[in-house]
């Protein structure tokens, strides 16, 4: 079991995070309450943990939740964990709103500061809850074979992979998608969004000594931002969807232009896990 987490260790994870996180969804098809679902955020981190220890490296399980406590690493990173998501969700908004879609309109919007505790529960829940295991766990052991570039297409096209059973359930926001578009349509899109944040997420992990914590920062202000404060799919509909994953795929581009495909960084080598 250890040989194949060893030489399998992103397809290893994408299996055990399906399992972990399909099981949630299931419950609520069987009947239980949407909400019972979310528990599938936990599910790449608990994958992850699970297979460091079938690893069998010493240290492996603690070298992987030490990366949590990884926080010195510039206050340009902070901003961007933060703040940028936010930006990008206006962005889409804006840019949705030229090629036809809905007159942006911010009324109704709530002051500022009621997105902290949102912010603050999702780091929690789904940026620590997913992210031991796609950055933590994964993107290491991939980068020692692989380019950083390389290394993130495969872990967004298995995390955008992961997401496929919320098509197809009815009460989660990705079946509301299908149902609107087609799934396929709304399948393929949704994943060059994941695709081409999981190329940020690298770049962030890369250039902050391998913190999961700050890919956390991310991934939940990201949620908070788009999904809870700009309630982007709510105002622009599938159109502001469509707008966002262009803009973060051309963000995407522009650090792996600017950064160069290797490393995701001109000052950092990419984070590499070492065998025992």
Do not use: C
Request: hydrophobic share 55%; net charge positive.
């Amino acid at each position: 079991m250890s040989n194949l987490v060893k030489k399998y260790p992103a397809i290893s994870l994408y299996v055990l995070a399906s399992i972990f996180g399909v099981a949630p969804i299931a419950a609520v098809a069987a009947g239980l309450p949407p909400g019972f679902s979310q528990l599938g955020a936990l599910s790449a981190s608990l994958a992850g943990i699970i297979l460091a220890a079938v690893e069998g490296r010493k240290g492996g399980v603690r070298e992987l939740l030490g990366r949590v406590l990884i926080w010195r690493v510039g206050i340009q990173w902070w901003a961007f964990a933060l703040f940028f998501t936010a930006i990008a969700g206006v962005g889409a908004l804006y840019l949705s709103d030229l090629f036809g879609g809905p007159v942006v309109a911010w009324s109704g919007l709530g002051p500022l500061y009621s997105v902290l505790p949102m912010m603050l529960f999702l780091i929690v829940f789904a940026g620590l809850g997913e992210e031991f295991g796609w950055r933590g766990f994964a993107v290491p052991r991939l980068q020692a074979r692989y380019s950083a570039l390389v290394s993130s297409l495969i872990i967004g096209g298995l995390h955008g992979l992961w997401h496929l059973p919320m098509f197809l359930v009815e009460g989660q926001a990705q079946y509301n998608w299908a149902q609107q578009v087609g799934l396929i349509p709304a399948f393929l899109g949704y994943s060059v969004f994941v695709i081409a944040w999981a190329i940020q997420l690298t770049w962030v992990f890369n250039n902050t000594k391998g913190s999961v914590l700050l890919a956390a920062v991310v991934h939940g202000a990201g949620n908070a931002w788009i999904g809870g404060y700009i309630d982007l799919p709510s105002r622009a509909g599938m159109g502001g969807n469509v707008a966002l994953a262009f803009l973060m795929a051309v963000v995407s581009i522009i650090i792996v232009l600017l950064a160069g495909p290797k490393n995701l960084s001109r000052k950092n080598e990419r984070i590499m896990h070492q065998e025992a």
